[in-house]
């Protein structure tokens, strides 16, 4: 049926036994192969059982499987198209899913799969596989429902892969045993190397970072990441009182889609802290700027928003920033441009000496900013290659930090610069200080 010359590492991915198996690193070392092998030997050996094979994408999975599959099944298994299913005739599925938007991995939900296969499972969000691992379940007595990911060094999913099968570093209920790692290598793939030996070289031609990456599947490199400078030991702090004359801005990045909100204290030695953050979605203006004035308990000096709210609608006559505006919100436009705001927040988040030896960042985010923080170190390079600005999707993921990038731009023109390197005492834990957050009257 298939023309099988199993390359030695492959053959140990086909034998790895746990609940997580990763066969991941370097390019062009046979992984996408051996997930569709596997996944095909899989519903082959097994009747009734139900495989997912994913790619984050429909086109991709297309180009990198379905193509591959529907020869090598031909005549073996159905494959329904408006189904995206090869049915065998041992009763056994394999359904070729995708999930290209955060929130497509919910058309999964309730459903259960014996086998879920992540192909490039750096591409896929911590968010999108946690949940993805909630439908890897089965009753049956004679298969243990297992997930197999294959994938290079890089991406969003950079550092999950990461965690969990480079550094096994566990937490919660994660245990150790379930975790099997795979190391891939172009050299180990005979058969490109024989048919293709320039594609070594390639590899080997590619800039130091994304050469380690991708030839040599370093995982210390991580190829791709916009704030390659993100530490969330050091980024990330515990809320800590503020003081009443401590100055708070806003600021704001609005879709239909979803509200970014983000306010922001500066202290009087020019540390700067996210305080707060609201994000939701699919909410009106109105009710945004409802959600956002009762959340702010303290004076604000401006709202930032990007210019382009400033846009009339051709249905209403009106901007959306008017629209805030009508509802008691009122802001001051900043710069759309991209890259000015990104270096400015580069800056803020650069570690400086902290007066004790160590080293922080100016600008410090409260660990209660959840999306902020989930969404800061996934955010990529710009596709374009451009290495000053950052990539634009997984859209889901800009919200937050554009956020934090008007700020910088309203920053930027209201003179809150990051004060040159000086003595960073550590705040108190909010926890221990006895004084809560005062608010006051005044414009909020
Ligand atoms: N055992 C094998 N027998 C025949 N061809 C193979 C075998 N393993 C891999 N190949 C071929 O080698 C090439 C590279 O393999 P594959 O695409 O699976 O690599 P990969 O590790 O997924 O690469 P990338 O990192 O770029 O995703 C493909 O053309 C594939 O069909
Ligand atoms: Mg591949």
């Known amino acids: 049926m298939i023309n099988v010359r199993i390359q030695p590492k492959q053959m140990e991915f086909f034998k790895a036994r746990g609940r997580h198996i990763c066969y991941g690193g370097a390019r062009g070392g046979g992984k996408s192969w051996a997930a569709r092998v596997k996944a095909v030997m899989l519903c082959s050996r097994f009747p009734y059982l139900k495989v997912m094979l994913m790619r984050r994408t429909l086109p991709e999975l297309r180009e990198n499987h379905t193509r591959f599959l529907l020869p090598m ?19 056994s599925i394999l359904k070729l899913g995708y999930c290209a938007a955060e929130k497509d991995v919910y058309q999964y939900q309730g459903q259960e799969w014996d086998v879920i296969i992540l192909e490039e499972a750096t591409h896929f969000t911590e968010e999108q596989m946690t949940f993805l691992t909630t439908c890897n379940r089965s009753v049956r007595t004679d298969f243990s429902p297992r997930m197999y990911y294959t994938c290079n060094p890089g991406n969003v999913g950079h550092q999950w892969v990461k965690r969990l099968f480079i550094d096994r570093d566990y937490r919660g209920d994660e245990k150790p045993e379930d ?50 400078e993100w530490r969330r030991d050091l980024h990330v702090m515990e809320p800590i009182a503020l003081q009443p004359w401590w100055p708070v ?60 709210l400033l846009g ?62 989930r ?10 290659g451009d290495l000053s600005d950052a990539a634009k999707d997984p859209h889901d993921i800009t919200h937050a930090p554009d956020a934090l990038r008007y700020m910088m731009d309203g920053w930027l023109k209201a003179g809150v610069q990051p004060k040159p390197e000086r003595h960073h005492r550590q705040p108190v834990p909010i926890q221990r200080q006895a004084a809560s957050i005062i608010a006051f009257g005044g414009r909020r």
């Not at 073996?76 to 090869?86: R, W």
């Not at 969404?375 to 374009?384: E, S």
């Open 73 to 91: 099944l031909q005549g073996v298994a159905k494959y329904k198209e408006t189904e995206n299913c090869f049915y065998f005739p041992n009763g």
């Open 179 to 228: 975790y099997v790692f795979i190391s891939a290598s172009v050299y180990d793939n005979d058969v490109l190397m024989k048919n293709d030996p320039g594609y070594i070289r390639t590899l080997m031609n590619l800039p130091e970072d994304q050469r380690r990456a991708m030839l040599d599947g370093d995982w210390d490199v991580f190829e791709g990441q916009y704030f390659s």
């Open 249 to 308: 801005y806003r600021a704001i990045d609005y879709g239909l889609d979803r509200l970014a909100c983000l306010w922001c204290a500066v202290d009087e030695v020019g540390r700067a802290y996210v305080i707060r953050e609201l994000c939701v979605s699919d909410t009106i203006v109105s009710e945004s700027a409802r959600q956002i004035l009762e959340l702010s308990s303290e004076p604000v000096v401006a709202t930032f928003m990007p210019a382009d």
């Open 312 to 373: 009339k609608s051709s249905q209403t006559g009106k901007s959306i920033y008017q629209a805030f505006g009508d509802a008691g919100l009122h802001g001051t436009p900043v710069s759309n441009g991209r890259v000015a705001g990104w270096s400015n927040l580069k800056e803020w988040l650069h570690p400086v000496d902290d007066g004790t030896g160590g080293k922080l960042p100016r600008l410090r985010i409260f660990s209660t900013c959840k999306e902020l923080i």
């Open 375 to 384: 969404c800061m170190p996934q955010l990529q390079y710009a596709k374009t």
